[in-house]
């Protein structure tokens, strides 16, 4: 069932957001060479903590961490670790929300660990526009499919694999809530997108194959191929025009 929120349920998502947004930009400033990823966790845990608000990936079907911190080949879910030391020329996912006043942020940025190789540069740019991309077309009247189609020709035709296995989602007083977002699809067809609706968009791209394993410990994504990933994510309102970015500080 879709959850239609209300303009001061908005303002409320909005400041979830915001700490979202916030606590994500911190955890992306720590990533440098010689850092652990458990240590980048504890940025953004300090953060969302001053703010009055919760870490809504923390214990979530028992996920151990603030955020999801996904390097190179790692798509998602991957587990802060203080023995996952970053190196130069490293990718870094980082996938964080908060949980103000009941509702839910949820965002993700592909960070760089010093200098990255042009292909990095390159899948993460386009990753990071696939996103953007996808936001134009979140607009009351269209439906889901436009929104996936448009993410998935513009990774396609650069030559890249879209991960099909995970979506973006509804997100309020859930941190997943319906519908599912693909990244993929019709033109003209799924879900109409309606004025109050609020999602997370997030398009997985890979390097090589969209194909992707679960590690062992139950959580982390990889790419079947060993090639790189990356992840970007806003969580955003959809109104009459352009689409409301909430994860934004
Ligand atoms: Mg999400």
Redesign the pocket.
Known sequence: MIVLKTRREIEIMREAGRISAMALKLAGQAVQPGVSTAEIDKVAADYIKSQGATAAFLNYNGFPATACISVNNEVIHGIPDKKHILREGDIVSI?LGAVYNGFYG?N?YTFYCGKVSPEAERLCNTTREALYVGLTKAVAGNRLGDVGAAIEQYCVSRGYGVVRDYT??G?GTHLHEDPSIPNYGKPGKGTRLLPGMTV?I?PMITEGTETVNVLKNGWTVVTADGKLSAHF?HSVAITDGECLILTQC
């Open positions: 996938d949820d993700a973006g989602h997100v997370a997030e994510e």
